[in-house]
């Protein structure tokens, strides 16, 4: 009797209850943790938000205008009152969403009053490395397309390697010394695309800001095709800034100011500005700096910094450096 009662409570029992010692699964049970869901997202969240800070940190060049000119120009002068606005703003063709993240940091930095150049110059350069590691992993690359296959081949032939034999010895030593070979290229393309390529436009405006905190900028020409360096939202200071305007006209064939200076650099100069005397800086390409030199020279302008931008020719001609000419009485 005691025997066939004890088979019966272990017939009528459900799997994973005490008579099996194994407690029930939250799938069994119907009860599934909510935050189990969510675990896996917070770590790519965070993952994300690290690359994006230290992508931030490290990038010294300018390729895309879009980068200063739709965004963190908008943000600085939402934060701090001043900043320009392209044509696409002015005809309410953009929205402020994107922008607003950036003004809360910027407007952030002003209450702590970090927002100083000390600030923006401090560089992390120990995050290289750990950049550089993250790229790696990427789906998607630039310049990395051709040398992932013989990542991918390397890899797969030293999972493949299970015996040590003399000869597969020698390979693994060979595919870790390609290896090594990969990571001094990925290392040296990094550091031109990040650090060197492009970045004259970027220096050009952390030079004027220092210069303008010790007082000694009154406004700034930028003789250049529109939108080729950063604005207010580097320099950091209300000052009279003027560049060649290129908004769309609506009559169709006219030039904006960035073709007609690049179709007739000194005429156009002379007929719009005059004797540059309203301006105490003058910032141009290298390129240009020919067309324009003696006019500068006559309207006793002297070169103060030249800037590295490029090995190779980007748009019409080789940008090869940024020129700033500084008007005499500022000196």
């Not at 550089?132 to 013989?150: A, N, T």
């Not at 390397?154 to 990571?183: H, K, M």
């Not at 290298?286 to 006793?300: A, G, I, K, P, T």
């Not at 070169?303 to 590295?308: K, S």
């Amino acid at each position: 009797m005691m025997s066939h009662r004890r088979r019966s409570r272990a017939a009528g029992s459900p799997p994973g209850d005490a008579s099996t010692g194994t407690p029930p699964t939250p799938e069994k049970s119907g009860r599934v943790r909510p935050w189990a869901a969510t675990a896996s997202n917070r770590k790519v969240l965070v993952f994300a938000l690290a690359f994006r800070a230290a992508n931030a940190l490290l990038v010294r060049t300018y390729f895309n205008p879009d980068e200063h000119w739709q965004c963190l120009e908008v943000a600085h002068r939402v934060a701090f009152g001043y900043g320009h606005l392209t044509w696409e703003w002015k005809r309410g063709l953009r929205s402020y969403l994107h922008p607003l993240l950036f003004a809360a940091l910027y407007k952030t930095l002003a209450l702590l009053h970090m927002d100083t150049p000390w600030v923006m110059e401090w560089r992390l350069s120990g995050l290289i490395a750990w950049v550089l590691g993250v790229y790696s992993i990427l789906g998607h690359k630039e310049f990395r397309y051709s040398p992932f296959p013989v990542c991918s081949s390397s890899a797969t032939f030293s999972i493949d390697v299970l015996r040590f034999s003399l000869f597969q010895c020698f390979c693994i030593a060979l595919c870790i010394y390609g290896s090594l070979l990969l990571l001094i290229h990925y290392f040296h393309l990094s550091h031109i695309q990040h650090s060197l390529w492009q970045r004259g436009t970027e220096d050009v405006m952390y030079y004027l800001s220092k210069e303008a905190y010790d007082g000694r900028v009154r406004s700034v020409l930028f003789l250049m095709p529109c939108h080729s360096t950063p604005y207010y939202s580097t320099l950091h200071y209300n000052l009279p800034m003027r560049f060649l305007d290129c908004t769309p006209s609506d009559s169709k064939g006219t030039l904006d100011e960035s073709d007609r200076f690049l179709t007739s650099p000194s005429e156009f100069v002379g007929d719009v500005f005059g004797n540059l005397s309203a301006f105490s800086h003058i910032v141009l390409f290298e390129s240009e700096e020919r067309h324009v030199l003696q006019l500068l020279l006559h309207n006793s302008f002297l070169e103060m910094r030249r800037f590295f931008h490029s090995h190779f020719k980007i748009d019409r001609d080789l940008q090869s450096a940024v020129v700033v000419y500084s008007w005499r009485d500022v000196l």
